[in-house]
């Protein structure tokens, strides 16, 4: 216990944290004394921030430290997910701008709210200590809950709050009861020394109690990244609340969840592999087909796009499955790598939204969409793109996503695992049926005809973050091998 | 010395109590408050488990856990003060705006 002050060179590894943090606290500090007409000097300070972490974590390096008596772990692994956060942070940060403007709703809490779910998510996905775990996901989830119900006085966003609430606290419950069983068997939260323990003198059928807690834990860790049926609160929460802050909620906790997932039950479970990984094969059979099938029924589009990111979760769980087998690297880099083609994708089709919408928060329906081609044919054009990412069609990053993902699982299946080939059947037949409801809303904005039924909102840096979604969705997609290499290099320090 | 296994009993039961009330009731007061039961039956388990293993870092844990639970509340709190000035209740039931 000589050690307990950390030193200044571990701080420093520290500094794109320290950055968001201080930025979210600056913005508290200045709302109430910022005039109204210079608003938007708050949603600045944000972007500043958010691009100054973003440098500061390019030029961290590619070493791993274990800091903060072995709470967190800097490494590529943490800096690939901390880049996730980053941009999608700033891209939300310019998609709420002018939608919160019209809303008269465009204040500082708000902002700060964004920098601290960013900073549990960094935060989270360098965590390698449960407490450290659960104390950044709290950091996150009750960010978020303050941003789901943001619009105050709207019934909607009221009830997506509530919802998102209650089951998040339950599900962290859960998480904690899982926790303090490992806690309990182990004597130990530090998720290496956990591993160690369990793979030395662990085993479910001497500690029934283990079993116990990898149950609790699953459950948990479900809730937060929407696995059916841990997933009943999603589609409400996201059509309730503020459209910029679902495409948050639908990017950035998601892969934050991801990111925690892999290393508690890679690294703190891993001797109990053969068990999760049926478990979590299992989840993402329903959670893919649920979601799908549920996606094919809606008529609004914002719930359509809800139901297909419980679809999304349900593909990249499969990578979680293949990393629990002999081909791990190949698994939990498909998943990283799965995670980063999502954001792109994922935010610029909210940011569409955003752009055109009804008066309502209540979003706006397929039928809205008819005839968008004729009326904006570059902004249709941009949707396209963003659309046949989300089915994963070449040449854009979505289908270079699921390449990878299914390509993990069918190399597995080809090692003589038929249990692999049969999921990569039903993910494939999944990716079938997705692009049914992605291909009819492109249909419907190509093909029919329609009256203009949606108020155009445009503005600059709305337009900026949808070109720049759909560009980035086209680059990665013909050059994925930069990313790609780097997701391998990232997971790396877990294996 | 009393057991370790009664306070994980202990534990255990007021967990399920708050699960089942979470589960059952209606009113959100109510449900908020055998959330906190829950929190705290993990509480529970950590110090008992601190206590056998005769060190500090389960009591640790559950000083974060208690600082969690008062931050988590008081958002739960922010949120339903909301819903009573947009509806004039908390009730559950009629939280029913957003559907399939």
Request: hydrophobic share 55%; net charge neutral.
């Amino acid at each position: 216990m000589a050690n307990l002050l950390p030193s200044v060179q571990d701080i420093l590894l520290l500094t794109p944290e320290i950055i968001i943090l201080l930025s979210g606290l600056l913005i508290l500090l200045i709302t109430p004394f910022v005039e109204p007409k210079y608003q938007r000097i708050t949603p600045s300070l944000a972007i500043a921030g958010s691009l100054l972490a973003f440098i500061a974590s390019q030029s961290l390096g590619a070493g791993h430290r274990v800091i903060l008596n072995g709470m967190i772990s800097v490494s590529l692994y943490s800096a690939f997910f901390q880049n996730i956060f980053l941009i999608v942070n700033f891209l939300v940060v310019l998609l709420s701008l002018t939608y919160l403007e019209e809303e008269f709703a465009n204040m500082g809490e708000y902002y700060a709210m964004l920098m601290f779910a960013t900073l549990g998510m960094m935060l989270m996905a360098a965590s390698s200590d449960l407490l450290s775990i659960f104390l950044a996901l709290e950091l996150m989830s009750v960010s978020l809950y303050i941003l789901a119900g943001y619009f105050r006085r709207h019934s909607e966003s009221n009830e997506a709050a509530i919802k998102y609430y209650l089951t998040g606290v339950l599900a962290s419950a859960f998480m904690l009861y899982g926790i303090s069983l490992i806690y309990g068997i182990t004597g130990t939260t530090n998720l290496r020394a956990v591993g160690d323990f369990i793979g030395v003198s662990g085993s479910l059928a001497r500690d029934p109690a283990l079993g116990m807690a990898m149950l609790m834990l699953v459950m948990g860790f479900g809730f937060k990244i929407a696995a059916v049926p841990f997933h009943m609160w999603l589609p409400d929460v996201y059509e309730g609340s503020p459209t910029c802050v679902t495409a948050f909620m639908s990017v950035g906790p998601k892969a934050a969840g991801f990111a925690a997932v892999l290393r508690v039950f890679y690294v703190g479970l891993g001797s109990l592999r053969l068990e999760w990984t049926v478990i979590f094969a299992i989840l993402s059979v329903l959670t893919m087909t649920t979601g799908n099938l549920l996606a094919l029924t809606q008529k609004s589009v914002k719930r359509m796009l809800a139901y297909s990111s419980i679809a999304h979760a349900g593909y990249a769980i499969l990578g979680l499955t293949v990393a629990g087998t002999a081909l791990e690297g190949a698994g939990m880099s498909s998943l990283l790598f799965y995670m980063f083609s999502y954001l792109f994708m994922n935010v610029g089709a909210f940011a569409v939204l955003i752009l055109l919408r009804k008066k309502a928060l209540t979003s706006e329906s397929l039928d809205d969409f008819n005839g968008l081609a004729q009326r904006a044919p570059f902004l249709a054009f941009l949707m396209a793109i963003l659309l046949l990412s989300l089915t994963g069609l070449p040449p854009t990053v979505g289908f270079v996503g699921k390449f990878y993902v299914f390509g993990a699982v069918i190399q597995v299946a080809l090692t003589g695992n038929g249990f692999y080939g049969l999921l990569a059947v039903i993910a494939v037949v999944n990716a079938a049926i997705s692009a049914f409801y992605y291909l009819r809303l492109l249909m419907n904005i190509y093909l029919k005809d329609g009256a203009e039924t949606l108020t155009w909102r445009y503005s600059h840096s709305l337009m900026f973050v949808i070109v720049f979604s759909a560009l980035a969705t086209l680059y990665f997609g013909i050059f994925p091998g930069s990313i790609l290499s780097l997701a391998q290099q990232s997971v790396k320090i877990l294996l | 010395m009393i057991p370790l296994t009664y306070y994980l009993g202990l534990g255990a039961a007021l967990f399920t109590i708050g699960l089942i009330v979470v589960l059952t009731r209606r009113n959100i007061l109510v449900i908020f408050m055998s959330i906190e039961l829950m929190l705290n039956a993990v509480n529970i388990n950590f110090v008992a488990f601190s206590r056998y293993f005769d060190h500090l870092q389960g009591d640790i844990i559950a000083i974060f856990v208690i600082t969690v639970a008062a931050a988590e509340a008081a958002v739960g709190w922010g949120i339903v003060v909301s819903i009573f000035r947009n509806r004039g209740d908390v009730d559950i039931e009629n939280i029913n705006l957003l559907k399939w």
